[in-house]
């Protein structure tokens, strides 16, 4: 049961709408909820609090308007329906397992008194009208009406306050005021409405239009008890507009995708009406009489929340201000939270030059759009946000026209990014809404250089890369990244700071690899940004040691390991490691006065960056030859440094 807004509430929501104090649009949302079956959902708008029901989780669980969960009711033994007073201070909840009615403070999110209404009553559905909290109990094939009033302190349960009703479901109730209406689901549907101020239920009419008398699946009570809401019946596809004194057709409300699911009415009479439709529309919200939605919402059923809404699933907060929808979707079972949907949504756009000149007048034009007009005089607000002012800063208000237009003209002092927003308050009938567009103002070309581009440098040397930042308007910070090449190096963001009194600003690199250094200039109000790169080039550690020989002598003045033919040279080489990398190896012969190329192959070093070769064969005597090893960028098996060739190793071959 969803207890309808007083008339209070209703005066309150009009009041404060006519005064203007409506905020910023908030984002609507959907959060998960932690039950595992749903029963019914109630609203406490003065704590901002919503309870739901999990009947096989035997608990109520109470959340904020945003969905987070603020406190558990256990121990509630298949809590179902749920019921809160006028004055928001209690809710009552239906305890089939308890044979009670449980009362929940609001303040507190706890028990606070259990009502026993019999043995084997097991109440299932229950409503607060005229000061009496009303509940049906009883089991198929027959459910009866009982009642107490909670101000009593020790209060009498009247129970067979009607005749059998002899319906296997038990019905559903709903009050405003002092007025309750009893309904009965499925195949055969049927209204009554009862006048409850005397503290016995006195019927005024009993009955059903034909158009909603089958399959009715809920039903909602206007405020004033003036006239219901069926959602069920009328075909194709339309929920039932009943006049309350006589139970009377007064209209319909036509859905896509299949016969209302859940119905409720706001205090200012919007009806909001979901169906259980997979890959169609899901809620639908009319203004009282109207033919047409004027706002719809669609979930996909792959997004968090899924696109079904839950039996009797829909609910208002007491002030209109927000819906709250029960949906279930492929993880669980959601609450959705629909803001300002008792109010025509706007679109708001602005639409401003994309290129301007810093410190000259631009125009730019707005409209706001919407299927309901505009009050006259409606303004929106106009705020322009840049380097100088990051939170924004207002221009003031425009007037929009009768037909939603509005324009303004401004001589932004920054330049760069400059984003003008239009913002509309709403008003009573009309959502808020906000659009902006962005303007490239031109700054000044700023200079900004980097030394060392293209510098080869002998592994390990400190290398400083100084910025130099020509001359700007105020801003004189520069920021230096260096990102060492190899993916296991990052780019790394070194120094921040402002530049001395010469516009520098330097940083050393250690160079063990090829390296890329970035000097970054963010702008300011009048000055561009700008970013420069400087990639210098470091080489590889090498050297190469042979042994076996049995003397070393000179053959001019270059020294020669001299070998015995049949000895083979054992070459080791030590390089700057690198994961997978390897060396080349390279022979020359000298014969007639030049070095001939003999041969070359790749060896992988191991992790410790050696490589031992061992040259074997048949080795002849009375040659001059040399070896060498060398880092290949690219071919030894990485790019992360630059090519590097060792010295020269010479050996000589005797018998």
Same mark, same amino acid.
Request: hydrophobic content about 35%; aromatic content about 10%.
């Given at each position: 049961?969803?207890?309808?807004?007083?008339?209070?509430?209703?005066?309150?929501?009009?009041?404060?709408?006519?005064?203007?104090?409506?905020?910023?649009?908030?984002?609507?949302?959907?959060?998960?909820?932690?039950?595992?079956?749903?029963?019914?959902?109630?609203?406490?708008?003065?704590?901002?609090?919503?309870?739901?029901?999990?009947?096989?989780?035997?608990?109520?669980?109470?959340?904020?308007?945003?969905?987070?969960?603020?406190?558990?009711?256990?121990?509630?033994?298949?809590?179902?329906?749920?019921?809160?007073?006028?004055?928001? *201070?209690?809710?009552?909840?239906?305890?089939?397992?308890?044979?009670?009615?449980?009362?929940?403070?609001?303040?507190? &999110?706890?028990?606070?008194?259990?009502?026993? +209404?019999?043995?084997?009553?097991?109440?299932? +559905?229950?409503?607060?009208?005229?000061?009496?909290?009303?509940?049906?109990?009883?089991?198929?094939?027959?459910?009866?009406?009982?009642?107490?009033?909670?101000?009593?302190?020790?209060?009498?349960?009247?129970?067979?306050?009607?005749?059998?009703?002899?319906?296997?479901?038990?019905?559903?109730?709903?009050?405003?005021?002092?007025?309750?209406?009893?309904?009965?689901?499925?195949?055969?549907?049927?209204?009554?409405?009862?006048?409850?101020?005397? $503290?016995?239920?006195?019927?005024?009419?009993?009955?059903?239009?034909?158009?909603?008398?089958?399959?009715?699946?809920?039903?909602?009570?206007?405020?004033?008890? %003036?006239?219901?809401?069926?959602?069920?019946?009328?075909?194709?596809?339309?929920?039932?507009?009943?006049?309350?004194?006589?139970? &009377?057709?007064?209209?319909?409300?036509?859905?896509?995708?299949?016969?209302?699911?859940?119905?409720?009415?706001?205090?200012?009479?919007?009806?909001?009406?979901?169906?259980?439709?997979?890959?169609?529309?899901?809620?639908?919200?009319?203004?009282?009489?109207?033919?047409?939605?004027?706002?719809?919402?669609?979930?996909?059923?792959?997004?968090? $929340?899924?696109?079904?809404?839950?039996?009797?699933?829909?609910?208002?907060?007491?002030? #209109?201000?927000?819906?709250?929808?029960?949906?279930?979707?492929?993880?669980?079972?959601?609450?959705?939270?629909?803001?300002?949907?008792?109010?025509?949504?706007?679109?708001?756009?602005?639409?401003?030059?994309?290129?301007?000149?810093?410190?000259?007048?631009?125009?730019?034009?707005?409209?706001?759009?919407?299927?309901?007009?505009?009050?006259?005089?409606?303004?929106?607000?106009?705020?322009?946000?840049?380097?100088?002012?990051?939170?924004?800063?207002?221009?003031?208000?425009?007037?929009?026209?009768?037909?939603?237009?509005?324009?303004?003209?401004?001589?932004?002092?920054?330049?760069?990014?400059?984003?003008?927003?239009?913002?509309? #308050?709403?008003?009573?009938?009309?959502?808020?809404?906000?659009?902006?567009?962005?303007?490239?103002?031109? *700054?000044?070309?700023?200079?900004?250089?980097?030394?060392?581009?293209?510098?080869?440098?002998?592994?390990?040397?400190?290398?400083?890369?100084?910025? @130099?930042?020509?001359?700007?308007?105020?801003? *004189? +910070?520069?920021?230096?990244?260096?990102?060492?090449?190899?993916?296991?190096?990052?780019?790394?963001?070194?120094?921040?700071?402002?530049?001395?009194?010469? $516009?520098?600003?330097?940083?050393?690199?250690?160079?063990?690899?090829?390296?890329?250094?970035?000097?970054?200039?963010?702008?300011?109000?009048?000055?561009?940004?700008?970013?420069?790169?400087?990639?210098?080039?470091? %080489?590889?550690?090498?050297?190469?040691?042979?042994?076996?020989?049995?003397?070393?002598?000179?053959?001019?003045?270059?020294?020669?390991?001299?070998? @015995?033919?049949?000895?083979?040279?054992?070459?080791?080489?030590?390089?700057?490691?690198?994961?997978?990398?390897?060396? *080349?190896?390279?022979?020359?012969?000298?014969?007639?006065?030049?070095?001939?190329?003999?041969?070359?192959?790749?060896?992988?070093?191991? +992790?410790?960056?050696? &490589?031992?070769?061992?040259?074997?064969?048949?080795?002849?005597?009375?040659?001059?030859?040399?070896?060498?090893?060398?880092?290949?960028? $690219?071919?030894?098996?990485?790019?992360?440094?630059?090519?590097?060739?060792?010295?020269?190793?010479?050996?000589?071959?005797?018998?």
């Amino acid at each position: 049961m969803r207890t309808v807004a007083t008339a209070l509430a209703v005066l309150f929501s009009s009041t404060a709408l006519a005064a203007g104090t409506v905020g910023p649009a908030a984002a609507d949302s959907s959060t998960a909820l932690s039950i595992s079956s749903y029963g019914d959902i109630a609203v406490d708008g003065v704590h901002k609090r919503v309870y739901i029901s999990d009947p096989a989780g035997n608990k109520v669980v109470v959340t904020d308007y945003a969905g987070k969960l603020v406190a558990t009711v256990p121990d509630l033994s298949g809590v179902r329906d749920l019921a809160i007073t006028p004055d928001s *201070r209690t809710v009552y909840a239906a305890v089939p397992g308890e044979d009670a009615v449980v009362a929940i403070e609001t303040s507190t &999110s706890t028990t606070a008194a259990r009502y026993s +209404t019999g043995e084997n009553t097991d109440p299932q +559905t229950l409503a607060v009208a005229g000061g009496r909290v009303w509940f049906m109990y009883g089991q198929q094939p027959s459910h009866h009406l009982g009642s107490f009033d909670p101000a009593q302190s020790t209060p009498e349960m009247v129970l067979d306050q009607l005749p059998d009703l002899g319906f296997y479901d038990a019905p559903e109730l709903e009050s405003a005021g002092s007025t309750l209406v009893i309904g009965i689901h499925g195949t055969w549907s049927g209204l009554a409405v009862y006048d409850v101020s005397s $503290g016995t239920p006195v019927l005024r009419k009993q009955g059903m239009p034909a158009e909603a008398a089958n399959y009715m699946n809920d039903f909602a009570l206007s405020a004033d008890a %003036k006239q219901i809401v069926a959602a069920s019946g009328e075909s194709p596809y339309a929920a039932t507009a009943i006049n309350t004194d006589d139970l &009377s057709r007064t209209g319909g409300y036509p859905v896509e995708a299949g016969n209302p699911n859940s119905a409720a009415t706001a205090p200012d009479g919007t009806i909001a009406l979901s169906t259980f439709s997979w890959y169609d529309k899901d809620i639908f919200i009319f203004k009282p009489g109207a033919k047409t939605p004027y706002r719809t919402y669609t979930y996909d059923l792959n997004t968090s $929340g899924g696109d079904t809404i839950a039996g009797q699933g829909l609910t208002w907060a007491p002030d #209109g201000s927000k819906l709250f929808a029960i949906a279930s979707g492929n993880s669980g079972t959601y609450l959705r939270v629909l803001d300002n949907a008792t109010r025509y949504p706007v679109k708001a756009s602005v639409s401003a030059p994309a290129k301007a000149t810093r410190g000259k007048k631009l125009s730019a034009t707005g409209k706001l759009t919407s299927d309901k007009s505009f009050p006259s005089g409606s303004t929106v607000t106009i705020t322009r946000t840049d380097i100088d002012s990051p939170k924004g800063k207002s221009l003031g208000t425009r007037t929009v026209s009768s037909s939603g237009t509005f324009s303004f003209t401004d001589v932004p002092p920054a330049g760069g990014n400059v984003t003008y927003t239009a913002q509309y #308050g709403g008003d009573a009938t009309h959502a808020p809404a906000s659009g902006k567009d962005t303007v490239a103002v031109s *700054r000044t070309a700023t200079s900004l250089t980097l030394n060392h581009n293209g510098s080869l440098y002998s592994y390990g040397t400190d290398v400083s890369f100084t910025a @130099h930042l020509g001359s700007t308007y105020k801003n *004189r +910070t520069v920021e230096l990244w260096v990102n060492p090449f190899g993916s296991d190096k990052p780019n790394k963001l070194v120094k921040t700071g402002k530049v001395n009194s010469k $516009g520098n600003l330097s940083t050393t690199v250690d160079m063990t690899r090829d390296t890329t250094v970035t000097a970054v200039f963010a702008g300011d109000a009048r000055s561009a940004s700008k970013t420069v790169k400087a990639t210098a080039y470091a %080489k590889v550690k090498v050297s190469t040691s042979v042994s076996k020989q049995y003397k070393t002598a000179k053959i001019g003045s270059t020294s020669y390991a001299y070998f @015995h033919k049949k000895t083979n040279p054992v070459f080791t080489t030590t390089m700057t490691y690198y994961k997978n990398r390897s060396h *080349r190896l390279n022979l020359e012969i000298y014969y007639q006065g030049k070095w001939y190329d003999a041969g070359s192959q790749y060896f992988k070093l191991g +992790t410790n960056g050696k &490589s031992v070769v061992t040259l074997t064969g048949t080795h002849d005597t009375g040659y001059r030859m040399r070896m060498r090893a060398s880092y290949i960028n $690219g071919s030894s098996g990485d790019n992360v440094n630059s090519t590097t060739y060792g010295a020269w190793k010479y050996f000589y071959f005797t018998k």
